[in-house]
């Protein structure tokens, strides 16, 4: 077998069982069960959900940029789950460059293939809004 391109391990120690200890690819962090009154202190199932695709969005938004020469920018994913079946993702690409018509339709192609979201697309309805446009003048 091929070496894995990505690996996490989860370990829920004795306890309450509320707290997984994870380890993605030698990071460790920690992943909260919700209580269901309120919100969480820490990263979720579901937020490290929404967390893998605003990552890989943004890397790929990165990696877009650089390839067509766009002077480098801050580059902002939000994303949030909406639950119902299928489950809806809310997600926001934010960034400010001067980008003419044709490399903005490059942009939302790209953003609309990334791995993560090509991963996720079959089981999940991602709607997109792309906030692109050149810095404001004030």
């Known amino acids: 077998m091929d070496a894995p391109a990505a690996w ?11 707290v997984v200890s994870l380890d993605v690819n030698g ?14 202190e820490g990263a979720t199932a579901f937020g490290l959900l929404a967390a893998s695709l605003s990552s890989c969005t943004a890397m790929s938004v990165r990696t877009f940029l650089q390839r067509h020469d766009v002077e480098a920018c801050d580059v ?28 903005r339709t490059q942009l939302a192609a790209v953003v609309d293939s990334t791995p993560v979201t090509v991963l996720l697309q079959d089981a ?15």
Request: charged letters at 30%.
């Open 8 to 18: 996490a391990r989860g370990r829920l120690p004795e306890g309450d069982g509320r």
């Open 27 to 40: 990071a460790a962090l920690d992943c909260v069960v919700p209580t269901g009154d309120g919100e969480p």
């Open 76 to 103: 902002e994913v939000d994303v949030a789950l909406e639950a119902g079946h299928p489950p809806t993702v809310h997600r926001r690409v934010g960034l400010v460059a001067d980008l003419d018509q044709d490399l």
């Open 124 to 138: 999940l309805v991602i709607v997109t809004r792309l906030d692109v446009g050149p810095e404001p003048r004030g």
